[in-house]
């Protein structure tokens, strides 16, 4: 690890004493969450995102060392090593570099250079590449035998000696890959007969896009034609271009052996370089373009996770349905179920008996706050609550991932004498209560925020969206006596097992009195502890500090603090006046730094507090299907998805509408991210409908003035409801809230 301090803080521009720092905390099996909270002064503030680089750039440093040795190995094996191919080596700084040194050393399948040289070709080969003034057909003859029939075949064979040189040239191929990094093309054609079957790859039938500049979308797009079937695809550059480029390093002069150079570089190009380089070229675009979706993917599902929640309250939630009804639940302040029931508000006959049910539920179990899933007859379900006017707040609910959830064994563990439509229902009334909570239970491919997230490297992706469940867990904090096996999990240092032998033992104690007693969990030792007490919060502790992120192992110096204002830790936590009073530069010690003592003294002023946003209540226009919507409407949306290309929003249609990035802003943006977020409400002009392909084209910076105008109408907002046609007048201004909402998923379509 020590040989790796110095070429990771160079590429990341990071100092030697941080990397070495993390790489050590890292080794002693330290978490990236604990590292970037409790360990502040020693990384120098290292947010998670560098501590992530870091432990990335040395997990490819030590493959790479161990792909180095096995090469060095090999060649030294081989009786072959020179000081020549040790430099090289040791000058190598990518995978791609020691693969080319490696290549005429590799074990391969018999070539035609290996059965020219048998057959005693080698010697004509050398002859040509000296380029010397020879008679070639003369010099050919003394090479036939009964294997080489005529000088042709001879030529032939030396030619394949010089080919597979020069496909093992490490000049060469550096050469070239400089060529294709610069000046290679991605093409596509829709193969043979498949141009009807393939019309959803109709704008890739005849396509040509630089590969240095075009964007992962279009990557992903063409590449699962390929997959599919449906296109051909090459990545090269001009192939003149390539051959005068290997030409200028073969043929330095001009002799009778030029002609059969110049076909040994050409067969070398389009039978070994041109090949061998594309498949590398196709792989690193996939793997340029499968970064960009997971890193989409990722930054949308930490948005959602950090939804904002109601909070504890009782809940009433409704899975909606037409003609097998609506299924309701009523779920306490702790999201256990009390009561189901079926209801059908869609039968004319039976509205007023539902009506009734309905408001029974409300009074009898004190519900505070309606669910109601957005999936089919959602917005229908969404008014026949309202119409009711029990002046409780209605919210929409993302379903994706429901029924997932409904179905898992999760699901069946929590409630084993419930069904399907019953563990749905429930789930849409824990996600609005509490997002982060809900959601882990469900594999993140299944929320439906992702771009092409079932094309792309499916370890990588895993890799990164559990990183971001992680980071997300334990930046919010857990409950530790509310929370479940699942969620518990994600914070740092437990894990599956631990998790599940802290509920275990939870159940037998009834309730965490304090942090302590996670040292009588089963398994769960001193490291353990250390990582994750700080993350785990409980309410009515012994110990008001068990409440807060101060970690344990701080606690010494919040009780010499208060010692010293000579008033109690209750008197000091919240009061922020008293804390101001504090010299945070007394409690500095080797052990407790500077930084620690500040986040200590900003925990303290508010404890455990919740770091996502205040959930809010969002009124769609009244428009229920795409046949309803119409060119020129200005109407109110919610930001369900965000790509690279742009937004989709959802109008309360079933069909989430497109803003291209084009479409966002009136200043030049390159990412929706710069301006928008999940969950961000928006108002949004029609541009195009398309109910056959069911499409709908939206922008937003057509709703608002361009800059220097006199109105100021903002792009976040808050509407009342209304008819499509109508506009919005003088709507108020909202702060970016991101209320757990719709959020559908738009790719692979």
């Known amino acids: 690890m020590s040989d790796f301090i110095q070429p990771i803080a160079q590429k990341l521009n990071i100092k030697l004493q941080q990397v070495e720092v993390v790489l050590s905390l890292l080794n002693e099996g330290a978490t990236i969450p604990f590292i970037a909270r409790y360990r502040k002064d020693k990384t120098g503030v290292l947010g998670e995102v560098q501590i992530q680089q870091i432990q990335d750039e040395s997990k490819f440093l030590k493959e790479f060392t161990d792909r180095k040795i096995f090469i060095e190995k090999a060649i030294t094996e081989q009786e072959k090593m020179t000081e020549s191919l040790q430099d090289k080596l040791n000058k190598a700084t990518t995978i791609s570099e020691l693969e080319d040194i490696y290549l005429p050393f590799k074990p391969k399948r018999k070539t035609k250079a290996q059965t020219a040289r048998e057959n005693g070709l080698e010697p004509l080969a050398n002859i040509i590449l000296a380029e010397n003034n020879v008679d070639l057909n003369e010099v050919a003859k003394a090479y036939i035998n009964e294997k080489i029939i005529n000088t042709d075949a001879a030529l032939q064979g030396a030619r394949d000696i010089i080919a597979e040189l020069v496909n093992e040239d490490i000049q060469v191929r550096a050469k070239l890959r400089r060529l294709f990094e610069t000046r290679a093309t991605l093409q596509s054609k829709v193969s043979a007969d498949k141009e009807t079957a393939g019309i959803k790859y109709k704008d890739y039938f005849e396509f040509s896009e630089p590969i240095s500049k075009i964007p992962s979308h279009r990557i992903m797009a063409i590449l699962r034609g390929f997959l599919e079937g449906y296109l051909s695809i090459a990545i090269s550059p001009e192939e003149e271009t390539a051959l005068e480029l290997i030409e200028g390093l073969y043929c330095t002069k001009m002799s009778t052996c030029s002609e059969q150079i110049k076909k040994a570089v050409k067969d070398a190009y389009k039978r070994l370089l041109q090949p061998s380089l594309e498949t590398e070229y196709r792989s690193a675009l996939k793997t340029r373009a499968d970064e960009e979706a997971i890193n989409v993917f990722a930054e949308n599902l930490r948005q959602l996770l950090l939804s904002s929640p109601v909070g504890g309250k009782r809940i009433l939630a409704i899975d909606p349905g037409y003609r097998t009804g609506c299924k309701v639940v009523c779920l306490d302040e702790k999201g256990d179920l009390q009561k189901t029931e079926l209801i059908f508000p869609h039968e004319t006959n039976r509205l007023a008996q539902e009506e009734i049910k309905i408001k029974n539920l409300v009074e009898q179990y004190g519900i505070e706050v309606f669910a109601i899933g957005d999936g089919t007859a959602g917005r229908e379900t969404e008014q026949f609550v309202k119409r009711l006017q029990l002046n409780l707040p209605v919210y929409l609910v993302n379903e994706d991932g429901a029924s997932i959830y409904s179905a898992s064994a999760i ?339």
């Open 411 to 749: 699901a069946r563990e929590e409630f084993p004498n419930e069904d399907i439509t019953v563990r749905g229902a429930v789930s849409i009334g824990r996600r609005l209560m509490d997002p982060l909570a809900e959601l882990v239970k469900i594999d993140p491919k299944s929320i439906g925020v992702g771009q092409y997230q079932h094309d792309v490297n499916q370890f990588r992706l895993k890799e990164k969206l559990d990183a971001t469940v992680i980071s997300c867990v334990n930046n919010v904090g857990v409950n530790l006596n509310t929370a479940s096996k699942h969620l518990l999990s994600y914070v740092s240092g437990i894990g599956g097992s631990l998790a599940e032998n802290i509920v275990k033992y939870r159940n037998e104690i009834g309730r965490f009195s304090n942090r302590k007693q996670l040292l009588q969990v089963p398994r769960l030792g001193a490291k353990a502890y250390e990582q994750c007490a700080g993350f785990l919060r409980i309410k009515a502790a012994d110990d008001l500090l068990d409440e807060s992120a101060v970690h344990p192992e701080a606690y010494p110096v919040v009780e010499t603090m208060a010692k010293d204002l000579g008033v109690t830790i209750k008197d000091l936590i919240g009061k922020e006046e008293l804390l101001k009073k504090v010299d945070a530069k007394k409690y500095v010690t080797e052990q407790v730094g500077a930084l620690t003592i500040a986040d200590i003294l900003n925990e303290l002023k508010k404890p455990g507090l919740d770091p996502r946003s205040e959930a809010s209540t969002f009124e769609f226009a009244g428009i229920y299907s795409i046949e309803e919507v119409r060119v020129g409407m200005e109407v109110p949306g919610v930001v369900t998805n965000i790509t690279r290309f742009g937004a989709f929003v959802d109008i309360g249609v079933k069909q989430d509408g497109l803003v291209h990035v084009s479409e966002i802003a009136h200043k030049y943006i390159t990412d929706p991210n710069e301006v928008l977020q999940l969950n961000q409400k928006v108002n949004v002009k029609v541009l195009e409908v398309d109910i056959a392909r069911k499409r709908i084209n939206l922008s937003i910076k057509q709703t608002i003035p361009l800059p220097g105008g006199n109105q100021k109408t903002p792009a976040v907002k808050h509407f009342n409801n209304q008819r499509p046609n109508q506009k919005v007048a003088q709507p108020a201004e909202l702060p970016i809230a991101d209320a757990l909402t719709l959020l559908k998923q738009k790719f692979g379509k």
